[in-house]
């Protein structure tokens, strides 16, 4: 929902109207990431069972989300209907949206990992840092090398310089 005045009691009637009885609901915003309504339902629902959405955009914060979702159920086999689509995920036609729309999610993750992909390149072939930055500059590696020659081991370094052992580890695998 996007303001206070709004209920769901046009979705409650819509839902109540086809026959459903249990009914998961979220009262924060769709574009949230986590909303525990449709976590709820997703932890309820077992292979076999039907969910049934007053519309195909109370499953996810963006058509991506959306997609994804219902990729999900149809994996663990879960069957979906939307009522404002009039979508049944059961029937033929539904199937075929459904492939439809798993082919759409691919397609989009191809697009966005191709993207990144070249924006990181952009960003390397104008120098600049990509990625996490590193956890010890120059600087700070040579005095990780220093306390070790100094006898100190490992774990003291990490507790030294605020870092995994694991960081300094690959710090001094950086100097080889």
Do not use: C
């Not at 691919?106 to 992909?117: C, N, S, T």
């Amino acid at each position: 929902m996007s303001t206070s005045k709004q209920t769901t009691d046009q979705q409650h009637d819509a839902l109540k109207a086809a026959g459903i009885t249990r009914i998961f609901e979220d009262v924060t915003s769709g574009a949230k990431k986590n909303r525990a309504g449709l976590q709820g339902l997703l932890d309820y629902a077992r292979a076999g069972d039907t969910i049934t959405v007053v519309a195909l955009d109370r499953l996810g914060r963006s058509m991506t989300h959306v997609i994804l979702t219902i990729e999900e159920l149809q994996e663990r086999g879960i069957l979906l209907r939307s009522l404002r689509e009039g979508v049944d995920f059961s029937q033929p036609v539904g199937k075929m949206l459904a492939g439809i729309f798993a082919a759409m999610a691919e397609y989009e993750r191809a697009l966005i990992k191709e993207r990144a992909d070249a924006a990181r390149e952009a960003a390397r072939a104008r120098g600049k840092q990509t990625g996490r930055p590193r956890a010890l500059d120059r600087p700070k590696v040579e005095q990780a090398w220093s306390l070790r020659e100094a006898g100190f081991t490992p774990s003291e370094i990490a507790v030294t310089l605020k870092v995994s052992r694991a960081t300094v580890y690959r710090a001094f695998e950086s100097l080889r």
